[in-house]
């Protein structure tokens, strides 16, 4: 195959520790980036930097100390405003991740606004992130569940929502992409369509935001949700994106230090958002790390990792194809960098294994999205692209699994 | 031999092909389920008991080579043997597999194959599904 690539992933590598000769990772094909990325340099030293020379509490101190890194802190929100086009820094959340956004949505503005009768609407396709909040809070309030099916091909048909959606419907809950199936739904026509029924939209952009623009104003989602780790950031920093009006209109998550104006026996008044929504003492040395995560991607550039990853995408669907017996779940050609695959009778716990052995890193299992595991057939591995992979580590995953099929030739 | 080799021998292999002791057993039996949340693997054991000695055991399930293997091997251990024994030997299976074991493990059989997960921790937990679900059903039985 004779593709041509936009991008010289070696060079991307150089950025990242973990593919350096001195790592004891160095022989390791990553492909298990849906799970989580490697870390640059940059947000490595971004980190470091702050917990050596920055530490300490934000908006609280009366030092420069305390100035200084309330000022980061505020920076790195401004950062993540300006990454997704949200209309102010305001409408950005700090949480721990997307798992931690969509509770606070769930608890917060579900526990508010999802009355008994009411209908949220999940997809089949989601991680359990996106899931069972939904579950729990139509349990909680007597709502209905109403699940949105997938196509064999695992996309979303647009009709099937028109179906779904009634007068009723207060939310559809939906991923930008699949962390199983790599299919990219049509967020901004989910969200038009929700609308027009006169419910909200909730996107997870878990899967999205390190791979493909992500524009919340374009998109006109009403909650959009993402972690840093899978952006190249940080673990225990994420973030809820949401309407101003929305934000103002939702009770607090957790309550606490930093969430509140005014507290006397008689009387409690919330801060203004973001502050309502995040109690006590935030992940500041990780807001810190996100935002040299999400200068490291725009470095790049969103559009070249967008074209790059997809041709990458390609060369790795016609090598997979070449396996025999291999099946490949989710769309195809149009998709993400995401292979959910089973391989003959080997289970996927197996390949796994054996791919270990060959230093090929990838996922085997439920995926956390078990009614999707139980519509595909049970477990599935799972191999994940980022912008540091190229034809090589598609070639070592190719001969891994060459090399599974001979050990369970017989199976 | 590999630690692969060493981990997919074909006593493995062959157990996980042509699993012994698959099936149900009509009531009177206790049955117990264990489930892996994260890779889905899942055996479900039938047991009859009858003093003091397991006089059936019979498994289903559905996972990976490991785990169904090793259920295998465990309906064919476990047949007859008294509830005492059956309790000693699930203790000395789990330390196999986590490379704890002691002594000889030539009286172990087939199971002794399973030595060879514990280069591969991830895998351990597959390797002892079936065994913790019977020792979960073996103190339904008190």
Avoid at chain 2, 61 to 90: F, N, V
Wanted: include cysteine.
């Amino acid at each position: 195959m004779t593709t041509t690539f936009t991008l010289d992933a070696r060079e991307i590598r150089r950025q990242f520790p973990f593919f350096q000769p001195h790592s004891e990772m160095r022989s390791v094909v990553y492909l298990d980036n849906a799970a989580t990325t490697q870390k640059p340099y940059a947000v490595i030293e971004a980190v470091s930097n702050f917990w050596a020379h920055h530490n300490a509490n934000v908006h609280r101190g009366g030092h420069g100390a305390g100035a200084k890194a309330s000022e980061l802190y505020e920076a790195a929100r401004a950062r993540v405003a300006q990454f997704l086009n949200a209309r102010e820094p305001a409408e950005i959340v700090f949480t721990r991740g997307t798992t931690e956004a969509i509770n606070l949505v769930a608890s917060s503005w579900g526990e508010a606004f999802v009355k008994a009768g009411d209908e949220i609407i999940v997809t089949e396709m989601e991680h359990h992130a996106n899931l069972l909040p939904w579950m729990r809070l139509a349990e909680k309030q007597g709502a209905h569940l109403k699940v949105w099916r997938i196509t064999d091909d695992g996309r979303l048909n647009l009709d099937d929502l028109e179906r779904l959606l009634t007068e009723r419907t207060r939310l559809v809950a939906v991923s930008h992409i699949s962390n199983v199936l790599g299919t990219v739904n049509p967020v901004a026509a989910i969200c038009q369509r929700a609308h027009a029924a006169g419910a909200l939209c909730l996107v997870d952009a878990a899967q999205s935001v390190a791979h493909l623009p992500v524009d919340v104003r374009a998109t006109d989602c009403d909650f959009l949700a993402f972690s840093g780790h899978k952006a190249y950031g940080p673990t225990g920093i994420g973030v809820l994106y949401a309407k101003r009006a929305l934000l103002e209109a939702t009770p607090p998550y957790h309550v606490g230090g930093g969430m509140v104006q005014i507290v006397r026996w008689d009387r409690l008044v919330w801060a203004e958002p973001p502050a309502k929504f995040e109690a006590g003492t935030p992940p500041i040395g990780e807001a810190v790390g996100l935002h040299a995560a999400l200068d490291f991607i725009d470095a790049i550039g969103r559009d070249a990792i967008e074209r790059y990853e997809r041709e990458l995408t390609a060369y790795a669907l016609e090598r997979l194809q070449e396996v025999p017996d291999l099946r490949l779940h989710g769309p195809i050609p149009d998709r993400a960098g995401i292979f959910a695959f089973s391989l003959g009778e080997i289970h996927p716990h197996d390949i796994a294994t054996v791919l270990d052995t060959r230093d090929v890193a990838i996922r085997s299992g439920l995926h956390c999205a078990h009614p999707l595991g139980e519509r595909l057939g049970g477990a599935t591995a799972r191999a994940s692209l980022a912008i540091y992979n190229d034809t090589q580590h598609i070639d070592a995953l190719i001969d891994a699994l060459h090399e599974a099929r001979r050990i369970f030739g017989r199976v | 031999m590999t630690t692969l080799n060493e981990l997919y021998q074909e006593i493995i292999l062959d157990h996980y092909r042509q699993p012994r002791g698959r099936g149900e057993l009509e009531p009177p039996k206790i049955t117990q389920e264990g489930f892996n949340p994260s890779c889905g693997d899942e055996v479900i054991l039938d047991l009859r008991a009858r003093d003091g000695r397991i006089e059936d055991i019979r498994f289903r399930g559905r996972g990976c080579s490991i785990s169904q293997a090793s259920a295998s091997m465990l309906t064919e251990a476990m047949q007859g043997k008294t509830l005492d024994e059956a309790r000693a030997l699930i203790q000395q299976v789990l330390a196999l597999v986590k490379g704890e074991a002691e002594g000889d493990l030539d009286t172990l059989g087939d199971i002794a194959a399973l030595a060879g997960v514990r280069h591969f921790p991830v895998r351990v937990k597959c390797a002892t599904l079936a065994w913790h679900a019977l020792d979960e059903a073996l103190e339904q039985l008190g």
